[in-house]
Every structure is written in C-alpha cells, then in structure tokens.
C-alpha cells in the first residue's frame, strides 16, 4: 500500500510517498529556514505563502522520484495540527482536493504523533507499551502509549519548548538561527562545567518541565558576566562554556524525567524524537538511561528528526489501517491535542499490573 504524505504545519513543505507503513520510497523537504534566518524565526505570513508556492512542485518531484502517479497512490495522509493556521491550511487544502479529485481516502494526521512514527523506518517494531520524548521548536511532551494509537501525555512543559529554548538562547547570543545545532556545534568545545543553572522546580509536584527559568537564568548570566555578543570575533570560549553548560542542564531536565517516568510505567520501548533528537548529547543521555533501565530506544535519523512528511505518511497508514479517516469537513486545527487515553481509569482496573514488562 502506497501513501503520500503531506506536511506544511511550520516552515517546512513536505512530501512522501511511503510502503506499507515502513518503507520510504521517496521523501522531498523544501526547508524555508533561509527566508526566516533574517528575522531570527518563522515569520507565519511569509511561511504560509511559501507553502503555495512550493507545494505542488514538491508533491509532484515526490511522486517523480518515488517513480508512481496520482494513480498508484492508496491514500493521503496530511499534518492537521497543530502548527501555524495560514500554514496548516496549504497542505490540508491540497490534500483534500487531491483526495477528493482521486477518490481515495484522506487522513488527517497530528504532527506529534508523526514525529512517533518517525522512528519506525530504522528501528525495530515499537513494542507496546512505549513511553516518547517529543521535543521539537514548538513541543515538549512524554507521552505513555500502552497499545498503537493511544496516547495520554504523562509529562509536558509549563512554558518554552526545549527547541524553543535552544533558539533564543542562541538569538540572546546573536548565534543566528535556528539555535539548536549552532548549540550543539559551540558546546562541543565548551566545558559544560564552568556553569551550574538550577533546575526548575514544579511547584505542585508533577513530573512536567519548564524551560523558561533556564532562559531567564542564561539571560542573567549574560548580563551580570557581561558577555559580549560579537558577530564579527565569533564566539568566545565563554560563551562555549555557556552553551554547554545551557545544553546540559536542558538534557539532564529532559531525560532525568524520561528515566522517572519509564521507572514508574515500566515501558517496553522508549522513543526520543523531534527536531531537538538530532542533539548528540541528548542522544547520548537518553542511550545511557535506556541501558540503566534496560530497555531498547529508538530515534530517528537526523533527516526524519526534523519536520518531513515519511513521518506523516507512516502515522497515517497506521490509522487506516486501524480505520480511521478523515472525511471532507477535516480541516486544520491549531490546537490539536494528542490524547485519548486515561491511564487513572485503566490503574483503577488494573492496579497490580500496571504495565510493567
Ligand atoms: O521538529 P522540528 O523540525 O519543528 C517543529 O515541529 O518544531 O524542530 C525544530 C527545532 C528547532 O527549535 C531547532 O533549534 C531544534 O529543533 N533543533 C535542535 C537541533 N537541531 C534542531 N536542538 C538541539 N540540538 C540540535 N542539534
Ligand atoms: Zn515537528
């Protein structure tokens, strides 16, 4: 079975087409990160009319590399949200008149949970129950998934995403944008030693995260250190011992979590994925934490880690196969939520068991 997948929720235009769940036959990214580096982060306007343009020449060189027509297509899978409306709506849009036009089915994908199946291409099968770290520029959330397709968020943050934190710490830093990878790249010659930011307490006690105190903390460092931001000298050796003392504290914050977690669910599978899992040493934290708890991770390569559309087409091949589509009043909504499960009702029947392996 063939899917196309469609993915514009933020500055990316994607298509793929996509075997059976799990073979990538093509995937075509048109990045607009260039047109957005001036103004140091996607501006939505200039965004959704780049989808326009782009949308049918990256559809159809899809379509063209994977060496298949309109025709041969099974289905259309495409990100509803959450993400920028103006954005959203070019790739639903197209997706529904293709549907439409071809008299195939349409399915209507959550972004997040495209960002799960972006590890089902390299990984062996995701054993069930599984517990993922999803952490991009515009989310940060755990979710427990007991069986494919049920999710209850067991852990999000309160304020900035983790690849939000890294952006403005890099734009404090006037490093450009987006900041993660300048991040990373600056922290490997850093002493992540040098610099000790607490981590944020959650006053009611839940096991979710918060970033924005880190970034307020870098800020203050910044000012009372008097660091100089100076394009031209390039980046000094305190501000490498900045950024790897900053990249620490974020993947201590999010994988001592994770750990809690997987400790307290005793999950069979842990995923980590999102544009922030192309960080070396989240990856390498996440590696040691599976290896303690003695169960496999999974992460997707760097090319899936950001936004593409494989990912959406292999989520929406796994929902009709579980037979759900989506029927021409779908349209893109903001604020899709990802949630359909209540881990407190299945405790309360299953108290002894509770998932563990
Ligand atoms: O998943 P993604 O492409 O888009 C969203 O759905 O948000 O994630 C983009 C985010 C950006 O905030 C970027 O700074 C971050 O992922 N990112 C990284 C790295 N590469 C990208 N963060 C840390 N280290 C990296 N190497
Ligand atoms: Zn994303």
Not at 222 to 249: H, N
Request: proline share 5%; charged share 20%; glycine share 10%.
């Amino acid at each position: 079975m063939l899917i196309l997948g469609i993915e514009s929720s933020c500055d990316e235009t994607a298509a793929a087409v996509v075997r059976d769940g799990r073979e990538i036959v093509s995937s075509i990214i048109s990045s607009q990160i260039e047109m957005h580096r001036p103004y140091g982060g996607v501006v939505p306007e200039l965004a959704s009319r780049e989808h326009l343009e782009k949308i049918e020449p990256v559809v159809k060189e899809a379509l063209s590399k994977a060496g298949v027509t309109l025709r041969d297509i099974d289905a259309i899978a495409v990100t509803q949200g959450p993400g920028l409306v103006g954005s959203l709506l070019v790739g639903v849009c197209y997706a529904k008149a293709l549907a439409w036009g071809l008299e195939k089915p349409l399915i209507g994908v959550n972004h997040i949970e495209g960002h799960v199946y972006s590890v089902v291409f390299e990984n062996p099968p995701i054993e069930y129950p599984a517990l993922a770290l999803i952490v991009s520029g515009g989310h940060t959330n755990i979710f427990f998934i007991p069986e494919e397709g049920k999710y209850k968020v067991v852990s999000r943050t309160r304020d900035d995403a983790a690849g939000e934190a890294f952006d403005k710490v890099a734009k404090m830093l006037g490093l450009g944008y987006p900041g993660g990878p300048i991040i990373e790249r600056l922290a490997l010659e850093g002493d992540a030693s040098k610099l000790k930011f607490p981590k944020a307490k959650i006053s009611d006690g839940r096991p979710d995260l918060s970033f924005s105190g880190l970034k307020t903390a870098v800020a203050r460092h910044i000012r009372e250190a008097g660091i100089i931001v100076t394009p031209d000298g390039g980046p000094t050796q305190e501000i490498k011992d900045l950024a790897a003392s900053f990249q620490t504290a974020v993947v201590h914050a999010l994988v001592s979590t994770l750990e809690k977690l997987a400790v307290e669910l005793g999950p069979r599978t842990l995923i980590v994925a999102g544009g922030v899992a192309c960080n070396q040493a989240l990856i390498g934290s996440a590696r040691a934490a599976a290896a303690r708890l003695g169960v496999p991770v999974h992460f997707p390569s760097k090319h899936l880690s950001t936004d593409n559309a494989a990912m959406i087409a292999a989520a929406g091949h796994a929902k009709l196969k579980a037979g759900v589509v989506s029927d021409m009043r779908m349209t893109a909504d903001v604020t899709l939520r990802l949630q359909n499960y209540d881990l407190d009702q299945v405790d309360a029947k299953n108290k002894k068991v509770r998932y563990r392996v």
